[in-house]
């Protein structure tokens, strides 16, 4: 290694930061409605900054990561250190407010665009690199935060993310070139970085690179080829860890290897140690082994670990143990979790564990196996009892999957199922309808708030529901909408609703993982073989219908997006997994249908995030999601109208995938877009009907009748009449009453003015 610095041993690439108790979400809350100040605000902040290093001193890392902080987005902060933030939020005095205002807009500011970060479910701010952007170090954050780290005696390693990563994620606007045009610019940037760290006496810098492990980038591995021997070309600087993770580096990790970088981070979790083994250029190389899942909730197979440590070490100069990405993926830690069979909390680690378990391997590396005889028994003994469980073994629920399969699992030809659904539910042309939720009123918050405290019992709790659910229903007959739905009133979430409900879920207490800005997600624990011990929705839906001569939709959430945001069981394929929580919601469609019920919307609004980083598993990957919804969807009659609603991404890449769902009707986000998705379905031959959504539920703004009017007319152009559903993108709940009767008022009009011609 051609720097001074010392190899570290045990680290890990970032932390979560929301607070064990979700303090900074509560206080950044609290900043934004202008009850706390900037002072109050800034002093949790550094409460936890500080809190977080002392628990990873205290545990044993040797390098311990900073400015892994953010009051937002690491993404954001890194558009802040190069001066990349746009121009019209230049106005805002104020440096934190002008932070605040790219990330959540206000009143004169569109906000910067949000977007899934990789195949996780956090979500970053997406940099916007125009004509005029001109990159200047800005490092306030970062020395700040070093300042505090240093004081505190932290053996303390600045966390960025990289130049080609960051680029790889930011969009041209105002017709500027692709932002990666501008790296060579921006590694200048980088190099002023490195220079100002080594004045400070900082011996590592991780660079985040995790685009390297995409197909996302053209000459991938030659753009890190090239940055990284300018960078490490640098006389001033400290040694250089380029980190990456979520997936295999391929061409790109003898490129890192040939630069004069001091360390490189792979991620043994998600493959890379065939191709590290290989790699002589890695001799003089620290390798920082991503050997402890950081995204997903399982204890680490310590003897597995420690024999692929043992391995690398032949290739490698120096080995560190680390998580194979940020732990910021997964909740803080098991303590908090009060409610757990004592087997199941022995499969399990969160952030914390997971810190114990790094440690531990990294001893057992440097002192030999025998030095960590007691922790490699414990994680024996949990995998053996993982084996073992019943519950992650149910012959029933297997055999069922195997025999559906076998049969077969299809619905009849698309023309066949139109007309049997047109002759029982007579809708008129373009139907108007939402996609399930209802604004979440205080009522609904206090009734939750009340059950859980004791103070009213699941009796009160229904009947108070019940009432939500005819305020909607009555909502919706007098707006003259087509298509009803109950509301989901009922649902603090459309995959925990379901997790609470099945056999081999575990939903957590505390398990809140940060999912962008303040917003915090608990992904409940997919552990065993799933099994749907009684009907789910059923009441519910059969109460809304009973209280109206229009059709209801029952309203379920699909087996990918339950994968998507769970915490899933890594001791089998996901295919498999995806079968199994397919057959619980094929059999709640089955007891709607009979129940009655003529319409059933299944959601599948997390079919693009989970799409692979690799083209070569792309394809794979959408066969078993799309037989996982067809599954789900195929046992109920041809009379039955399924229909599925999908949001929150760019569908370029699985539009095929989703005319293959072949639902009967397929509602998605299209606003913002203008309707494009629906040349796109076109041009993969979709025939079903479409509901593309006609305004933007993200905004608070009511739409008019006449643009609504228009966008039907344009969709119009794409869809026949017969095909073309009417409905807003998204469901309603973060919308306030008022806002939505307005522009469901105005939706209707839209639809009647339009079929009149
Ligand atoms: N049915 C859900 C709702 O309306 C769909 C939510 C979603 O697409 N994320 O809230
Ligand atoms: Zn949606």
């Known amino acids: 290694m051609s720097t001074t610095a010392a190899p570290f041993t045990a680290t890990i690439l970032g932390s979560p930061r929301i607070g064990p108790n979700r303090e900074l979400k509560r206080a950044v809350e609290k900043y934004w409605a202008g009850r706390i100040d900037r002072a109050e605000l800034a002093a949790v902040a550094a ?154 006496g900082v011996p590592w810098v991780q660079l985040d690179e995790p685009v390297l492990v995409t197909d996302g980038l053209q000459n991938a591995a030659e753009l890190a080829e090239r940055t990284y021997a300018r960078l490490g070309g640098r006389a001033k600087r400290p040694a250089i860890f380029v980190s990456t993770y979520f997936g295999e580096l391929t061409d790109s990790l003898p490129a890192l290897a040939r630069t004069p970088v001091e360390a490189i981070g792979v991620d043994l979790v998600a493959g890379n140690s065939s191709a590290v083994a290989a790699a002589p250029e890695l001799a003089d190389k620290l390798v920082v082994a991503g050997v402890v899942d950081g995204r997903n909730v399982w204890r680490t197979d310590l003897e597995k670990a420690l024999g692929t440590l043992a391995a690398l070490a032949g290739s490698a100069e120096a080995v560190a143990v680390s998580t194979s990405c940020s732990t910021l993926h997964v909740p803080y830690t098991l303590d908090a979790e009060h409610d757990i069979d004592a087997a199941l909390r022995s499969w399990l680690a969160f952030g914390f564990e997971k810190v114990t378990e790094v440690v531990a391997l990294s001893r057992g590396l440097r002192d030999g196996r025998e030095a960590i005889g007691a922790e490699i028994a414990a994680s024996d003994a949990a995998i053996a009892s993982r084996k073992a469980d019943p ?100 649902r603090n979430d459309m995959v925990q609703y379901f997790a609470e409900q099945l056999d081999g879920f575990f939903a957590t207490q505390n398990g809140w993982v940060q999912s962008y800005g303040s917003r915090c997600v608990r992904p409940p624990i997919l552990y065993g073989d799933v099994a749907r011990p009684k ?102 009659a041809d009379s039955t109208q399924i229909h599925t609603h999908l949001c929150y991404s760019e569908f370029g890449e699985v539009i095929g995938a989703i005319a293959e769902l072949d639902a009967d009707v397929t509602s998605i986000e299209a606003a913002r877009s203008h309707m494009e998705v629906l040349g796109d379905l076109n041009a993969v031959g979709f025939s079903n009907s479409v509901g593309p959504g006609v305004y933007d539920i993200h905004s608070p703004r009511v739409p008019g009748i006449e643009e609504m009017a228009t966008s039907l007319r344009e969709a119009l152009e794409a869809v026949p009449a017969e095909r073309l559903w009417v409905n807003p993108d998204c469901g309603l709940k973060t919308r306030s009453t008022d806002e939505v009767t307005a522009s469901l008022q105005n939706l209707v009009a839209a639809a009647e003015e339009v079929r009149a011609g």
């Open 47 to 200: 409460t936890l900054r500080r809190d977080t290093w002392e628990s990873l001193v205290a545990a044993g890392l040797d390098s311990v990561p900073v400015n892994t902080f953010s009051y937002y987005d690491q993404v954001l902060d890194t558009a802040v250190l190069v001066g990349a933030l746009p121009q019209r939020v230049a106005g805002v005095a104020d440096e934190l407010d002008r932070y605040f205002a790219a990330a959540r807009g206000n009143d004169a500011i569109a906000p910067l665009e949000m977007t899934k970060w990789f195949d996780t479910n956090y979500h970053y701010i997406v940099p916007e690199i125009g004509p005029d952007t001109a990159f200047s170090l800005n490092p306030a954050k970062v020395v700040g935060e070093l300042d505090e780290a240093v004081a505190q005696g932290v053996p303390a390693r600045p966390v960025f993310v990289g130049p080609i990563t960051f680029l790889a994620l930011a969009k041209a606007v105002d017709g500027a070139d692709t932002p990666i045009t501008r790296l060579d610019e921006l590694v200048g940037v980088y190099a002023e970085l490195l220079e100002l760290l080594a004045d400070r």
């Open 391 to 490: 519950r992650l073994n149910n012959a029933a629920v297997r055999g069922r999957i195997s025999e559906i399969v076998a049969s077969g699992a299809q619905r009849g030809p698309a023309d066949q199922r139109r007309a049997a659904q047109q002759d029982r539910l007579n809708l008129p042309a373009l139907p108007t309808t939402t996609i399930g939720s209802y604004p979440q009123t205080t009522a609904i918050r206090v009734a939750r708030a009340e059950l859980r405290s004791g103070k009213i019992d699941a009796a009160e709790y229904e009947r108070r529901m019940k009432a939500e659910i005819a305020d909607v229903i009555k909502l919706q007959e007098e707006l003259g909408l087509d298509v009803l739905v109950h509301g989901e009133p009922e």
């Open 535 to 636: 009907p789910m929705t059923v009441d519910w839906i059969t109460y809304a219908q009973s209280l109206t001569d229009k059709p209801v939709k029952g309203m379920l959430t699909g087996p990918v997006t339950i994968l998507a945001w769970s915490f899933v069981r890594d001791d089998q394929p996901l295919a498999e997994t995806a079968a199994q929580v397919a057959l619980a919601i094929r059999d709640e469609t089955v007891d709607l249908e009979s129940a009655g019920i003529a319409i059933i919307q299944v959601d599948e609004p997390a079919l693009r995030e989970l799409l692979p980083l690799r083209s070569k598993d792309k394809e794979p990957y959408l066969r078993w999601a799309v037989d996982a919804f067809r599954l789900s969807t195929s046992g109920v």
